[in-house]
Structures are given as C-alpha cells and as structure tokens.
C-alpha cells in the first residue's frame, strides 16, 4: 500500500513538471528527443517529460545593448573611439536559438566591423558631422545580417566619438578662433549699426533745427511784413482824413515844420533850412485864421 502510494506520488510530480506557464513577451523553444520540435507563445502548455524539454527561454522584448568603445581609423589616418548602441528585438526564436552560437557576442562584433568599414570611407570633420549617415547605414547593413539569426535591428546609434587628445585639442583652439571671429564680426557689425544710427539721429536734428530756423525766420518776415502793412494802412487813413478836411497843401507844409523842429531839438549838428520856410509859416497863419473862423461859426450856431 505505502510504495504504490509512493509511485502515484512520483507519477503525478511527474506529470505535472511537464505543465508550463509562458508569460507574456516569453517564448519557449521545445526540443523533442534532441531536435527542435516546436516554439510555446504566451499561455498555458504542456510538454511529455522525459521525451520533450525547454531548450531556451527567449524574451521578445525589445533589447538595448551599449557595446565597449572600438578603435577606428577614418580616410584621413585619424585614429578614435567610438562606442554605440544597438536596438534590436528577436522575431524568430528558432532562429536565435539554432541561427549562431552566441548572438549577442555575433552582433558585437558585426557592429565593431561594419563601424570601421564606414568609418574608413570618410575624413575626420565628415565623422564628426555625420552622425545621421553612419546610423542609418549601420542600421541597414546590421538589420540585412542578422536576419538569419531571427533578429531585427530596430535603431543603431553612435554614442561618442572620442577623437586623439591632441586633435581634440586642435579642434578647441579651431572652435575658440572661430567664436572669436564670430564676436569680432557680431561687434563690428553692432558698432556700424551704432554709428549708422547716430549719424541718422544727427541728420534728423539738423533737418529740425533748419525747419525750426526757417519756420522762425518765415515768421518773423510775416510780423515784420503785417506791421508794415498796418503802419501804411495807419498813414493812408491819417492822410485820407486829413484830404477830407481839405488841408492838403497848408497840412503837409505843417507837418513839414514840425519835422524840422524835431530835427532842431535832436543831435544833429548840421540842419538844412527848405527855401520856402516862409511859406510853411504862412500856411501856419492861414490854417489858425481858419480854425479860428470855425471856432467862431460854432459858436454863433451855439446861440441859435
């Protein structure tokens, strides 16, 4: 009783080690007697124990590895560092698994080769510059080559690129004389736009002032201009009047002789005496015998 109790024991840990449990992601490559006979996906399997077994466990995930710098040459004898990374993902587990003895180790060293023959065709400033070109054809020639293993190159990427210290060191001075120049050119170039500037700034307030002048001068010349005009206007209504009053002639010889007195009470150490002097007082005598005259009528037409 015990040892067929221990035998069904036996036959149903036997049974259930063949039960398998593929998670998500995971592919099982089984093996019967030796030679590959299927590949389990996600779920719930089972394989005959003793007869079938998991020969390799394989993720489908995307996977990233970053391979050790390699020396490389470039065209123009330059010797550098340049280490990369590679995105890649297994598409076919049969293949990865019985394609080529260690893969990864494989696609290393595909990679370190396929870096130095693009590498080798250009110079070192094309290197430095073209970043884009030498992953997309590494990506292309490493994605073509690992087919047969069952694996795809998704994405290949230069990380550094780590040329000889005393090119580096070239290349600081060549990138320091650069930005010098560029700063020589950025001040030079502020300081034409300064003087641009200022000369226009100059060249507007001569233009203003010069408006300012002759707009003052213009009127100034309009003043001076009314007021002549005005002082005319004021003798032509004096002379008007004095016409009306029929005082043409005795009136200017008048004002004539009360010029001369102005003249006689000035500075003037010279004074030309006019020949008809005794004209002028006979036309004073005849005027004040008229103002008289009209004096006396106004008064007669007073008492009337």
């Known amino acids: 009783m015990g040892l067929g109790l221990g035998i069904l024991i036996i036959l149903v840990l036997v049974v259930a080690s063949g039960i398998k449990i593929i998670p998500q992601s995971r592919a099982f490559v089984v093996e019967r007697l030796g030679a590959y006979h299927r590949t389990m996906q996600t779920g719930l ?51 990865y698994s019985y394609g080529i003895e260690n893969p990864v180790n494989a696609i290393e ?15 070192l400033d094309e290197t430095l510059t073209s970043r884009d070109v030498i992953n997309t054809k590494m990506r292309s020639i490493l994605d073509e080559a690992t087919d047969p293993w069952g694996v795809k190159v998704n994405r290949v990427e230069v990380k550094n690129i780590l040329p000889p210290k005393d090119i580096q060191e ?4 060549q990138m320091r004389a650069e930005r010098e120049r560029r700063e020589a050119i950025l001040k030079a170039e ?23 002048e002759k707009a003052a001068k213009i009127k100034a010349a309009e003043g001076e201009a009314e007021a002549i005009i005005k002082i005319q206007e004021a003798t032509a209504q004096g002379l008007r009047l ?24 000035g500075n003037a150490t010279k004074i030309i005496i006019p020949s008809d002097l005794q004209g002028l007082v006979t036309a004073g005598e005849v005027l004040s015998e008229s103002f008289q005259k009209n004096r006396a009528n106004d008064v007669e037409a007073k008492k009337l």
């Open 190 to 212: 502020g300081e034409k736009k300064a003087a641009i500037l200022i000369a226009e700034g100059e060249k507007e307030s001569t233009i203003l002032r010069a408006d300012a």
């Open 45 to 95: 399997h089972y394989i005959l124990p003793f007869v079938e077994r998991v020969s390799n466990d394989v993720s489908l995930k995307e996977i990233v590895k970053d391979f050790a710098p390699q020396p490389v040459i470039t065209k123009d004898n330059v010797t550098m560092q340049i280490d990369t990374v590679v995105y890649f993902q297994i598409t076919d587990p049969k293949l």
């Open 242 to 265: 004095l016409k009306d009053a029929n005082m043409d002639e005795a009136v200017l010889k008048l004002k004539s002789y009360e010029a001369m007195v102005g003249v006689a009470k």
């Open 170 to 173: 070239s290349m600081e001075k």
């Open 109 to 123: 060293n595909l990679t370190a080769t396929t870096l130095r023959n693009i590498i080798g065709e250009l110079e």
